[in-house]
């Protein structure tokens, strides 16, 4: 075993403190990176951070290094977790409140013709997929909707939602290099 994180996980499903002191030193910095993307706010993805390691701690034994790397288990319980914050917020609020939230993320000029080629891009990339799976793709990555969801609102099985989402993000990256 390569993995020095799957090691890691394997000594905290025996409640070995040093390798959980270890795994945070080793995966936090990357997992507050991911929180921070997901919940827009650092103080947010601190909170989360503690939580996702609390959930390490209590469900070490749960990991399987034959079905994946350590690290992706780990920004899988932190992508799961941020995506059940983000759906517990309350909605945004109307009127005079609302302008408070407000915060200025304008772009100069030259970011703007950047992001607009870039965008472009994306978007022709994602002409480039059939229009259900790249419904799918848009609603995984971009709404947060879980597996599960997109199975019933394009009405197949879960196993083929997820051949879809992996498709389609092969087909997006391809794309996306040329």
């Known amino acids: 075993m390569e993995d020095p994180a799957a090691r890691l996980l394997i000594r905290i499903a025996a409640q070995d403190r040093a390798a959980f ?3 945070y030193a080793l ?3 990357k997992l507050l990176g991911v929180l921070i993307r ?3 706010q650092r103080a947010d993805a601190e909170d989360a951070l503690q939580e996702v390691f609390t959930r390490v701690w209590l469900r ?5 290094p034959d079905r994946g790397s350590a690290l992706g288990w ?3 319980l932190s992508r799961n977790l941020a995506i059940d914050r983000l759906r517990a917020r309350p909605p945004l609020a109307e009127g005079d409140e609302a302008l408070t939230q407000i915060v200025d993320t304008a772009l100069r ?7 607009k080629g870039e965008a472009r891009r994306i978007q022709d990339c994602f002409d480039t997929l059939d229009s259900d799976r790249s419904l799918a793709v848009k609603g995984a990555y971009l709404d947060g909707l879980s597996y599960e969801d997109l199975a ?3 009405n197949v099985p879960l196993n083929t939602m997820r051949t879809w989402l992996r498709r389609g993000l092969i087909s997006l990256r391809e794309c996306m290099d040329q």
């Open 21 to 23: 002191r270890d795994l």
């Open 27 to 29: 995966t936090s910095s």
């Open 38 to 40: 997901m919940l827009g």
């Open 60 to 64: 070490a034994a749960k990991y399987d």
């Open 74 to 76: 780990l920004v899988t």
């Open 109 to 115: 000029a030259d970011q703007r013709l950047v992001a």
């Open 152 to 154: 019933l609102r394009f």
